[in-house]
């Protein structure tokens, strides 16, 4: 989650900023440490079923991020078209960068938590983080494609600002499409906690 924070308050700015001070920091080694030299149950384990749902979806949604600018930027060198557009060619990239990233992500929280051998937290971390981060993609996608496609009518380029404003509402929308998808995962406990 140390990466996972500040990743998502490049697209969530202040509200980011709020939950990681009103809920991120029940994390913290710190944290941790206190509640273990007090006996207690560590801060971040004792927060209510929905905040852990918001955290797994920004662990989601922050390698969903990364891979966005990643690609974003791999497509000015690499550009190519699908069906007429540059929107639906980015997708690819987008959604193959997210996979790799949100395995990442995921397998170095479960190998861990988990102590398990390295192909099957491997296994474990592709089946917790496929679906809610092909929600995320298809909630950022999609308002990517309303906004070029209804409210722009035109391709909207990754050296504008109006692109990139457009991702972090893009951002938002994975989020809310990840979010029941997440609850899910969490209530059968394909996803860990955080």
């Given at each position: 989650?140390?990466?996972?924070?500040?990743?998502?308050?490049?697209?969530?700015?202040?509200?980011?900023?709020?939950?990681?001070?009103?809920?991120?920091?029940?994390?913290?080694?710190?944290?941790?440490?206190?509640?273990?030299?007090?006996?207690?149950?560590?801060?971040?384990?004792?927060?209510?079923?929905?905040?852990?749902?918001?955290k797994g979806c920004t662990?989601?949604?922050?390698?969903?991020?990364?891979?966005?600018?990643?690609?974003?930027?791999?497509?000015?060198?690499?550009?190519?078209?699908?069906?007429?557009?540059?929107?639906?060619?980015?997708?690819?990239?987008?959604?193959?960068?997210?996979?790799?990233?949100?395995?990442?992500?995921?397998?170095?929280?479960?190998?861990?938590?988990?102590?398990?051998?390295?192909?099957?937290?491997?296994?474990?971390?592709?089946?917790?983080?496929?679906?809610?981060?092909?929600?995320?993609?298809?909630?950022?996608?999609?308002?990517?494609?309303?906004?070029?496609?209804?409210?722009?009518?035109?391709?909207?380029?990754?050296?504008?600002?109006?692109?990139?404003?457009?991702?972090?509402?893009?951002?938002?929308?994975?989020?809310?499409?990840?979010?029941?998808?997440?609850?899910?995962?969490?209530?059968?406990?394909?996803?860990e906690p955080m």
């Amino acid at each position: 989650m140390n990466v996972v924070w500040p990743v998502t308050a490049l697209w969530s700015g202040p509200l980011g900023a709020w939950a990681y001070f009103r809920f991120g920091r029940a994390g913290s080694k710190r944290a941790m440490r206190e509640a273990r030299r007090h006996h207690r149950e560590p801060p971040n384990r004792t927060q209510p079923f929905p905040v852990f749902v918001a955290k797994g979806c920004t662990h989601c949604g922050s390698g969903c991020t990364l891979d966005d600018i990643g690609a974003e930027l791999l497509f000015l060198a690499i550009p190519f078209t699908l069906f007429g557009h540059h929107l639906f060619a980015t997708w690819i990239y987008d959604y193959a960068a997210a996979l790799l990233f949100g395995i990442a992500f995921q397998y170095f929280t479960i190998k861990p938590m988990r102590d398990e051998p390295p192909m099957g937290a491997l296994a474990d971390a592709f089946k917790a983080d496929t679906l809610s981060l092909t929600a995320w993609q298809v909630g950022m996608d999609g308002w990517m494609a309303v906004a070029t496609l209804a409210i722009f009518r035109q391709e909207l380029r990754p050296t504008s600002i109006v692109f990139w404003l457009m991702m972090q509402i893009g951002m938002l929308a994975g989020f809310l499409m990840s979010y029941p998808v997440n609850w899910v995962l969490l209530k059968k406990g394909v996803k860990e906690p955080m």
